[in-house]
């Protein structure tokens, strides 16, 4: 006997009311949780890097290549849960091989692909480019021969060169926002084009993903940056983390209020699915969404910065609210993508009844699994951190004294 | 300064050139798969004489007749090798109970397969009847507008297939489909369901199910002969699909649907 | 391609006849002549290539018949039910009932052999005190080939009027009404359920 099935044995016994017979397993399990999850933090940290070089909000300059770093390697992983997940891996590059222009994850793929090469990876190359050359000089061995590779054997860096290569970061960063954009959007119009699913069918799932996504990608940088200065027990500096602060209150404001929106229409309009909605929510979702997601993840983060800011706090004060916030704040977006994607799943398309979802600890979609991707994109970072150390950038260029701020 | 930019700059210049040609060899795969297939006007199907475009297949549903025996179920697994766990189905049996009270109460035990029996509810009783339950093989199917690779596909002949072969696995039909028709089949690994037995249907034969239907519940026909029985099926029956309002066009139509039918 | 290159199991009831015409002969006539073959012995197209190695499966036992034939209240009314374990329990059908050509080793007496569920809905009523002739007109024939020669029901108002009516000669407990004025355009059952009167 398989043992996904002896899974659904005891799954069988759990089921309240009446689901059709093929509902019993769930499709899309923790990996397909994952996996919004990584790429809304690819965008969000995007949108991050963006407001320094689009919108010129300086403050935020010491998180800006850190950014850049998060989002590239959260964006490597993002297609692991993917292909473990898919019944058939070994046949997952056919999405690039016979794409059917009508299916909105085969579009995704090529989204995918624009974004990672002609975005974020150009990004980072034109910004690095210097200090690779710079490094490449300065190293030895086996260090030396990968910063030479990867400035693609350049040896420029003459004033022209330089500006061109700042011209380039700006205008990629301004096609990147709408990429950016797309590639979060897509996530969410890949669930939010589901008729046939009237927790997932809505105009506005794009949009509240990609809010939700920049709340998320914020607070990881966020985090990372504090977590960044307390292992290198060097200072943080405040202008930024408030910056920062305000930013993931306005982008968490601007997400409640479409979940909100989302809320209060579907009770007022109240069709034909809101009895088996409510009783999904009331029945199986109540902590994840309730407690979880607004409770921890939503109001209390939005109090606690609210009163961080308008009351105050003194610095120490304010590092550990911000700290515990942001955490939260992460833990509530997961949360949030577990609802949408489990949720939509637990209750049967007759309108009649619930099922329920058991993660197994091992197996190859197990818990185990899990944590092992969402451990990764860290473990990843920590390799570019040492390689491209993002936090000289600011020392660097006031030492070189480059138009820089 | 302008003469090393030069020298740098064929070697950008063809990067450039043999990234561009790279990544556009990624679509010579399934343009020559377009030129080689061929399929001309007046070629023959797999060698056969059978003309797909000349028929379109549709199955009709005497609800009042249905006597939730089963026999389609089961018949169904073994025709064509369903896993008989009660996990994977391609179609089933829906018992409904409208109390007096117009509550309802829905079941489908291991899918209709063993019958109903000893599983009475417990309340004073309205109305009762047994619904069976199929793909709906939608003229407009959301299962196919979602499939990534195009491994399922829509027939001439109106039928909905998987192609195993190219199926990977992601699910996103199973998804889409508003019926909850579409599974995994534990064994492919891939999207599995009803496929009207089409196997059968290009011989002339009917699906198993309508086979061994003992009441003659199920009826299936070509829509497009003149003289078939599912044309009849519509034209004397008062009939009605399931979600409309979805917009699917399914091809299995129900005669004497209630209004409690999901 | 690979969907239609599939193996075929079941071989369709005409495949049977070119051998079993005997069988097939006696099952022509009877209740069954609409049932497949195949229902209750499994897929034989097996059986059709070699009929000596591969057997059909021939259930013997209560539980294959009760399949269809246990009483259930969703089947639809007048179809042929049993309550199973108060109908000769234990007993295998097959003794009774030839399979091919099922006949009721007694003719039923009542009408609640085949129309159990009326039978379990009116015994909650007044009218279980009637015979169902009363208001029902059924021929012999109807027990025999009961489609082919349905049972008339009531016409028209004073099929009820009979009791029903101020003037009608039924027993005193029996409801009156005044035939001329209550629901006068309406015929008694658009809005009366007869087999339970009392219910709403």
Not at chain 2, 20 to 30: E, H, I
Request: glycine letters at 6%; aromatic letters at 10%.
């Amino acid at each position: 006997m398989n043992p996904e099935n002896a899974n659904l044995w005891v799954i069988l016994k759990q089921v309240v009311g009446f689901i059709y017979p093929n509902e019993i397993e769930l499709h899309w399990n923790l990996l397909i949780v994952i996996y919004p999850y990584i790429t809304g933090v690819v965008a969000g940290a995007f949108i991050l890097a963006s407001l320094v070089k689009v919108f010129r909000v300086h403050e935020v300059q010491p998180t800006y290549r850190l950014s850049l770093l998060t989002a590239l390697s959260f964006l490597v992983v993002a297609p692991m849960p993917l292909i473990i997940h898919l019944g058939r891996p070994e046949r997952g590059f056919e999405m690039f091989l016979t794409p059917s222009l009508s299916s909105a994850m085969a579009m995704f793929g090529f989204v995918y692909v624009w974004y990672l090469m002609a975005v974020l990876l150009l990004e980072i190359w034109f910004d690095y480019r210097k200090d690779l050359i710079i490094w490449a000089q300065r190293e030895h061995g086996f260090k030396r021969f990968l910063y030479r590779l990867l400035s693609l054997y350049t040896t420029d860096v003459s004033e022209k060169a330089i500006a061109f290569d700042k011209k380039a970061v700006t205008s990629i960063t301004i096609v990147g926002i709408p990429s950016a954009f797309l590639l979060h959007g897509y996530v969410g119009f890949i669930f939010g084009s589901i008729k046939a699913n009237p927790w997932w069918s809505s105009v506005l799932m794009p949009i509240a993903f990609l809010f939700s996504a920049m709340v998320s990608g914020i607070g990881m940088v966020m985090l990372i940056y504090m977590v960044g200065a307390l292992v290198r027990k060097k200072d943080l500096d405040m202008a930024c983390i408030e910056k920062l602060a305000t930013f993931l209150f306005i982008m968490m404001i601007v997400d409640f209020s479409l979940e909100g929106l989302d809320f209060v229409h579907r009770v007022y309009q109240s069709e034909e699915s809101i009895k088996i909605l409510s009783q999904l929510i009331s029945e199986r979702l109540f902590v994840s969404l309730i407690v979880i997601q607004l409770l921890l993840g939503m109001l209390i983060p939005l109090i606690v910065i609210a009163f961080a800011k308008s009351l105050d706090f003194p610095p120490e004060l304010r590092r550990l609210s911000y700290f515990i916030c942001v955490l939260l704040v992460e833990l509530g977006i997961f949360t949030t993508r577990w609802n949408v994607v489990i949720g939509g799943q637990l209750f049967s398309k007759s309108f009649r009844g619930l099922t329920a979802y058991k993660i197994s600890v091992g197996g190859v979609e197990g818990l185990l699994v899990s944590l092992a991707i969402l451990a990764l994109p860290f473990i990843i970072l920590y390799v570019f951190v040492r390689l491209f150390p993002p936090w000289e950038e600011a020392h660097k260029g006031r030492e070189v004294g480059t138009s820089e701020p | 300064m302008k003469r090393s930019k030069h020298e740098a700059d064929p070697g950008r210049r063809r990067f450039c050139k043999m990234l561009l040609l790279g990544s556009c060899s990624l679509v010579v795969p399934s343009v020559l798969e377009g030129v080689t297939k061929g399929t001309k006007e007046g070629s023959s199907w797999y060698g056969t004489t059978y003309k797909p475009k000349e028929h379109l297949y549709g199955m009709g549903i005497h609800v009042d007749r249905c006597i939730g025996c089963g026999r389609c179920v089961d018949a169904c697994k073994k025709e064509n090798d369903v896993p008989y766990q009660p996990f994977y189905f391609r179609t089933w049996i829906e018992r409904y109970a409208i109390g007096e009270d117009r509550e309802v109460t829905v079941d489908s035990p291991n899918g209709g397969i063993e019958s109903f029996r000893g599983q009475q509810p417990e309340k004073r009783m309205l109305k009762n009847f047994f619904v069976p339950k199929i793909c709906n093989q939608c003229d407009k199917p959301p299962c196919v507008q979602v499939c990534p690779v195009g491994a399922t596909y829509k027939t001439d002949d109106g039928v909905i297939l998987v192609d195993t072969e190219w199926c990977i696995g992601c699910r996103y039909c199973i998804q889409a489909c508003p019926y909850g028709m579409r599974f995994i089949n534990p064994k492919t690994r891939t999207a599995d369901k009803c496929t009207f037995c089409y196997h059968r249907i290009v011989k002339g034969l009917v699906p198993a199910c309508v086979e061994v239907c003992p009441t003659q519940a199920r009826v299936f026909g070509d829509l497009k002969a003149k003289a078939s029985p599912i044309n009849q099926f519509v034209r004397t029956n008062k009939i009605a699909v399931l979600k409309q309002n979805l917009n699917t066009e399914p091809k299995v139509f129900y005669a004497e649907l209630d209004m409690e039918v999901r | 391609m690979q969907n239609a290159a599939q193996e075929i199991n079941y071989g369709g009831s005409e495949v049977c006849t070119e051998c079993h015409d005997a069988l097939a002969a006696e099952k022509k006539s009877g209740y069954h002549r609409m049932v497949a073959c195949e229902a209750c012995h499994g897929p034989s197209a097996a059986h059709v290539q070699d009929a000596e190695k591969v057997k059909p499966q021939v259930p013997r036992s209560r539980t294959h018949c009760l399949l269809c034939h246990e009483y259930l209240v969703a089947r639809p009314t007048g179809f042929p039910q049993v309550v199973s374990d108060s109908h000769n329990p234990v007993k295998p059908c097959i003794v009774c009932h030839e399979p091919h050509n099922p006949k009721p080793p007694n003719v039923p007496t009542g009408c609640d052999a085949c129309h159990a569920k009326v039978q379990r809905i009116i015994v909650l009523s007044r009218h279980s005190s009637l015979q169902c002739t009363v208001c029902h007109e059924v021929s012999k024939e109807h027990k025999i080939n009961p489609r082919g020669n349905r049972p008339k029901s009531m016409q028209d108002r004073q099929s009820c009027g009979k009791c029903h009516a101020k003037e009608s000669t039924a027993p005193k407990e029996v409801p009156r009404v005044n035939m001329a004025t209550h629901g006068e355009k309406y015929l008694c059952w658009q809005c009366h359920y007869p087999h339970q009167p009392e219910a709403h």
